[in-house]
């Protein structure tokens, strides 16, 4: 699996957008971009994935740079309950794969 | 749709001890995984279950293993407890082929 990295911590207003950067200069051709998020004392929640294009669902959009070397999660309002460690996952979608956490963003939403 | 459900949710033993834990998948997911979180070393795979087989192993120690029953849910057991076995350990469930894994709350577990 392809390595990646993010900052360690972030703060955002709440109701602003949290722009979260995630590097991942090895990733090769299958393997898709995670993102989870774990909120303290409780399991990790999946939020979104993508391959090259650009994802949104209810909770995130992701955006994820033509050489696909880099990708932003973004959380168009956060809230308080947003305040989480985020993480960003590079593996292949051939289901088989164990997730591999590193040790995230820490993002706080200030109210 | 319930969700990942675990038992206990806490527990105490000694060290030398054994502990057996369960997790009981979303109905429909035939993908089981574990994970340990303690804070010095984050999350860590421990291993995966799929039809009652591991598919997949993480680099824990053969104390720790795990089953999967024909109704997809599965035990985790740690045999001959230490004090570094503290820890919260979660189980995730997903869909065959994804990578999309729904997780449990946990079983934080203390070794004194």
């Known amino acids: 699996d392809a390595k990646t990295t993010q900052p360690t911590s972030m703060d955002c207003a709440e109701g602003r957008a949290a722009n979260l950067p995630c590097n991942h200069s090895t990733i090769s051709g299958n393997e898709y971009v995670y993102w989870y998020r774990q909120i303290h004392s409780q399991g990790p929640q999946y939020i979104i994935h993508g391959l090259k294009n650009n994802e949104t669902n209810e909770m995130a959009s992701l955006i994820i740079t033509e050489d696909r070397k880099s990708s932003t999660l973004i959380l168009p309002h956060a809230t308080l309950r947003d305040t989480a460690v985020y993480y960003c996952i590079a593996l292949s979608n051939f289901g088989n794969e164990k997730l591999t956490f590193g040790t995230g963003t820490r993002l706080t939403i200030i109210p | 749709k319930a969700g990942v459900t675990q038992t206990p949710r806490y527990l105490i033993k000694t060290r030398g001890q054994q502990v057996t834990l369960s997790c009981s998948p979303i109905s429909g997911h035939r993908s089981v995984s574990w994970y340990q979180q303690t804070p010095g070393q984050g999350l860590q795979f421990l291993f995966e279950?799929?039809?009652?087989?591991?598919?997949n192993k993480g680099n824990f120690p053969g104390r720790f293993s795990g089953r999967q029953f024909s109704n997809s849910r599965s035990e985790m057991n740690v045999s001959t407890l230490e004090l570094g076995d503290s820890a919260l350990y979660l189980c995730a469930s997903s869909l065959v082929g994804l990578n999309e894994q729904y997780f449990g709350p946990g079983t934080r577990l203390t070794v004194t």
């Open positions: 279950y799929f039809s009652e087989t591991q598919r």
